[in-house]
DNA sequence: AAAATAATTTAGACAAAACTAAATATTTGT
DNA sequence: ACAAATATTTAGTTTTGTCTAAATTATTTT
């Protein structure tokens, strides 16, 4: 696989999201930052290697093959992100860029001995889920503190409310993006949920609790 | 600068080994493993680029920003090399190849942060020098133990008796290739050697010190 | 110092990955 | 359903880095 190959078939991945519903040679020449017509090129060259399901001009999807060599981007991306921000103390939002060239780097061992010095790490900084060496991994969403059961723990990847005084909160109570998040409690009376952050326990009140976003993992 | 760009600097570097003198074209063509018309191709390139100076038929040398470039590569490139053995537990022989991919990674603050992460190491698991940021460094010297003055320290580089006994003998005491070694005392009446070895002392006879090699750095 | 040998460069081609412009297919609006 | 709009592909170039074969320059031998 050469790096450009590399860098369509994530685009795919990407854009696919999941669903099984090919992708458009116009989609992926955005994602890209390309044209239209240097997808086609790339697209049939893909198809001869099994990478793609292609017929033409009804666009493209993984081949099993395709997903696999995805997931196993993915991973490394997000592997490295974690290095980075944990090791490094780079900030979880100065990652992507680096981990894009990271991604590229060819060695089995390397990525192994990166996920065991990790401590076999399931999230990247964002939330997103890793995948594990054989490509499978666990779904990931995107839900409010308020909409979680008790016992829910992922990370904190947005505010719905950006507000001043809402992110001053939150920089006042040390919580920041990125940050894991575990929901102890909820008190029905007033909704009113304590959570463990950091390390360190403590209670936000609904409005709170409504205006913070955690990517969490799905239960298997 | 492009990928093969650097590869071009990073081999004629290698191939001056200090000196000053020109670089011929075959020498480089064999070190890349390339074709000595690809060389003369890229080398014209580089001369654009006041990469290096260069006068048909008469080989090529770096000019300072040639040098500044290669040393920036290496720079990463042992860095690198100081983390696969030191914190994913590479062994020191298997770490080239990976680090040749990773030493093109652009990003300053990503060097800098690893840097300070290794606890700015000065020689990678070889033994060779860490260039500054600013490519400053010390030149390293190869010497037997027993050559060496006592304060020494350095990396165990090689063996001169590669004896199975002898072999032994090193394997039986935890003395490895890429350990760092200081030399504490000599004993005028034997020649027998105390040293110091991840972080535990020992004594070693005149026939062993007069039998590994150290890499150092000069004494500024 | 000329001939033979070796090293280097030039010229012309090729593959990968991109582009532009033109051609063709698909979808949409009425 | 058909014309207009949009999406996709094709054809022909470009750039980067490589190659082979031929030409040129340097070095060595005798």
Request: hydrophobic share 35%.
């Amino acid at each position: 696989m050469t790096l450009s190959e590399e860098d369509y078939i994530k685009a795919i991945y990407h854009l696919g999201n999941g669903k099984e519903d090919p992708i458009s040679t116009n989609a992926i020449a955005e994602q890209m930052e390309t044209k239209p017509s240097s997808v086609t090129d790339m697209i049939k060259k893909l198809s001869e290697k099994n990478m793609v399901n292609y017929k033409k001009y009804r666009g493209v999807s993984l081949t099993e093959k395709g997903q696999l060599t995805a997931l196993s981007i993915v991973r490394k991306h997000r592997l490295w992100e974690v290095f980075l921000v944990d090791k490094l103390d780079f900030a979880w939002d100065e990652v992507h860029e680096v981990a894009e060239q990271l991604e590229h780097i060819k060695s089995e061992k390397l990525i192994d001995k990166l996920d065991t010095y990790l401590g076999n790490p399931r999230v990247d900084p964002h939330g997103d889920p890793i995948p594990s060496k054989d490509g499978e991994f666990k779904k990931s969403v995107k839900k409010l503190i308020s909409e979680l059961p008790i016992g829910s723990k992922g990370v904190c990847v947005g505010v719905n409310d950006s507000s001043v005084a809402f992110l001053k909160f939150l920089d006042k109570n040390q919580i920041a993006l990125g940050d894991t998040l575990k929901i102890l409690e909820r008190e029905d009376f007033d909704g009113s949920v304590s959570i463990k952050i950091n390390d360190r326990e403590m209670r936000i009140s609904d409005q709170i609790a409504s205006n913070l976003f955690l990517e969490i993992l799905e239960k298997s």
